[in-house]
């Protein structure tokens, strides 16, 4: 079945520095969704990327959909310590439920 | 949070027995979901809903069973068939699933501790 692998697990960086986690398919995704899940807290949507090669902001955060719509990106330039938590990507090929990624974990430390 | 309740936010079993968890959303979706979250293992799908009445197994569905008899409720219920069940549940709704628009609206969830 599908699968979205997401790389690196864990990643512990100072306050301040830039913050980057991918996002990977075995088959084309129609759609990819990137979540945010505090630590005690559940998944919160940040947000939807449709489009090949289709950029997004949010403030600090980039999100990008790669041009063959297998990979994506998160990337947090210069990070605070609200920013810590597991983000998610997940995507979908067709008529299905999204397939969640592991997750990567950010420690900011101060 | 997001129009979706899950109760209780702990919940304590012994070994052996049954236990059957709680979503009631009032956000009109149609589709719902059950995940298990375990450390390091991300979101892993249970069951899911599409419609009431109807409802697919998702990855991990062996030792769990739903109902979905209204719209609005989707409950779990962990049977003492599933092997390791202490874990935290998570559940969701969406509008619909299939289409580019269904973003899924996640409950506070229930941490599940069998003893």
């Known amino acids: 079945g599908q699968q979205v692998m997401q790389i690196p697990q864990y990643q512990h960086v100072q306050e301040g520095e830039d913050f980057t986690t991918y996002c990977n398919s075995s088959t084309t995704l129609s759609n990819i969704q990137w979540y945010k899940q505090r630590p005690g807290g559940h998944p919160v949507f940040l947000i939807q990327?449709?489009?090949?090669?289709e950029v997004k902001k949010q403030k600090r955060l980039t999100f990008q959909f790669g041009e063959a719509k297998k990979n994506s990106s998160l990337h947090i330039t210069a990070t605070q310590t609200t920013d810590v938590g597991t983000y998610f990507c997940?995507?979908?090929?067709?008529?299905?439920?999204?397939?969640f990624g592991k997750g990567t974990r950010l420690s900011v430390i101060a | 949070d997001g129009g979706i309740t899950q109760s209780p936010k702990y919940l304590f079993r012994k070994e052996g027995q049954n236990v059957t968890l709680s979503c009631e959303q009032n956000l009109n979706h149609d589709a719902m979901y059950w995940y298990r979250q375990d450390p390091g293992q991300g979101l892993r799908l249970i069951y899911y809903s599409q419609i009431v009445n109807d409802f697919q197994k998702g990855d991990i569905a062996e030792g769990y069973s739903v109902s979905r008899e209204k719209k609005e409720s989707f409950p779990l219920t962990v049977t003492s068939a599933q092997k390791n069940p202490t874990a935290f549940y998570l559940c969701?709704?969406?509008?619909?699933?299939?289409?580019?628009?269904?973003?899924?609206?996640f409950g506070p969830g229930t941490r599940l501790t069998v003893l």
């Open positions: 997940a995507g979908r090929g067709g008529n299905t439920p999204l397939v």
């Open positions: 990327l449709v489009k090949s090669g």
């Open positions: 969701a709704s969406s509008p619909r699933i299939g289409r580019s628009t269904d973003t899924q609206y």
